[in-house]
Nanobody, 119 residues
């Protein structure tokens, strides 16, 4: 049974920081590319950050320099460190795991965690 469980969301003031965690089970974590997505009310879901099995990282332009994605394969966990938070970062943040083989794709999603940036 595959599970991705996010934690660390909450309410924070503008300029503050949060660290999101996503703990995975039921997969060979080290071979999966991991990503954080977010969806704000009235907006499409967007990829915020990604870290591949080879440790390559990518970020959406709006969070570059503020967010950092990392992973700890020994703990089957991916993190998103969010600094200098802005109200426009408010969204539900969801963890994704993806493996692309030669003839198949496997993709899994967590349930999401709410991040609210407000004074």
């Amino acid at each position: 049974q595959v599970q991705l469980v996010e934690s660390g969301g909450g309410l924070v003031q503008p300029g503050g920081s949060l660290r999101l965690s996503c703990a995975a089970s039921g997969i060979l974590f080290s071979i999966y590319d991991m990503g954080w997505y977010r969806q704000a009310p009235g907006k499409q879901r967007e990829l915020v950050a990604r870290i591949t099995s080879g440790l390559t990282t990518n970020y959406v332009d709006s969070v570059k320099g503020r967010f950092t994605i990392s992973r700890d394969n020994a703990k089957n966990t991916v993190y998103l460190q969010m600094n200098s938070l802005k109200p426009e970062d408010t969204a539900v943040y969801t963890c994704n795991a993806e493996w692309r083989g030669s003839s198949e794709i496997r993709s899994y999603w967590g349930q999401g965690t709410q991040v609210t940036v407000s004074s």
